[in-house]
């Protein structure tokens, strides 16, 4: 069974720290994405990535990074954390070839920064 | 800018009845358009996919279509376990990598 993995469901930190959100998969798909899911806004792309150290900014990169060290496995990275960046985090993939649209979502991972 | 709306908001619906959910859609040139389901605490399904007009998809009770400006989702005799969270998104020609989502129609199906 095909699988997106996120390493931490539900996650609480202060402002101004440092937060790391770990996504891997199984599929050997070479494209991954994260996105942040709010209320009413829908799914806004962060940052994508299509090959191994590669990493294009999507609609809202500013106060993110991202880091691909390893085809399965892309790290989104806050670097100093604040409240508007409390949301849902969503990582995803799917295969390379060009972008099919059809993504695989891991469970995502609730960010609540006080 | 492309823009992906999606209509209504939500949706409270008998068991058995039937209904419709609707995606309308501006842009440049549409490469696809993809309908996911979304249940709470989880992340999107992929459904279907459709890349043009007059186009169409099913599975179990549910069928999209494809016009040049807009999608439907059609849920027939639902069920509540099709109660979720519907999400429309649209790739467009000249942008790679970026799908465009709509923010969803929360769907509820009662017994």
């Known amino acids: 069974d095909v699988k997106v993995t996120q390493s931490s469901r539900y996650l609480v930190k202060r402002t101004g720290e440092k937060v790391f959100l770990e996504c891997v998969q199984d599929?050997?798909?070479?494209?991954m994405f994260w996105y942040r899911q709010d209320p009413g806004l829908g799914l806004r792309l962060i940052y994508f990535?299509?090959?191994?150290?590669?990493?294009e900014k999507g609609d809202i990169p500013e106060g993110y990074s991202v880091s691909r060290e390893k085809k399965e496995r892309f790290s989104l990275i806050l670097e100093s954390a604040s409240t508007n960046q409390t949301s849902m985090y969503l990582c995803a993939s799917s295969p390379g070839g060009g972008h099919t649209g059809e993504l695989f979502f891991g469970e995502g991972s609730r960010l609540t920064v006080l | 800018e492309d823009q992906v709306t999606q209509s209504p908001e939500a949706l409270r619906l008998q068991e058995g009845e039937s209904s419709s959910l609707n995606c309308s859609y501006t842009v440049s040139g549409l490469r696809g358009l993809f309908w996911y389901r979304q249940d709470p605490g989880k992340g999107p399904e992929f459904l279907f996919t459709?890349?043009?007009a007059g186009e169409e998809k099913e599975k179990e009770r549910l069928k999209a279509t494809l016009t040049k400006k807009e999608s439907f989702l059609h849920i027939t005799a639902p069920k509540p376990e099709d109660s979720a969270t519907y999400l429309c998104?649209?790739?467009?020609?000249?942008?790679?990598?970026?799908?465009?989502f709509g923010a969803g129609t929360q769907v509820v199906v009662t017994p």
């Open positions: 599929m050997d798909h070479e494209n």
């Open positions: 990535s299509y090959d191994v150290k590669m990493k």
């Open positions: 998104a649209v790739l467009a020609t000249d942008s790679w990598g970026k799908l465009q």
């Open positions: 459709l890349y043009s």
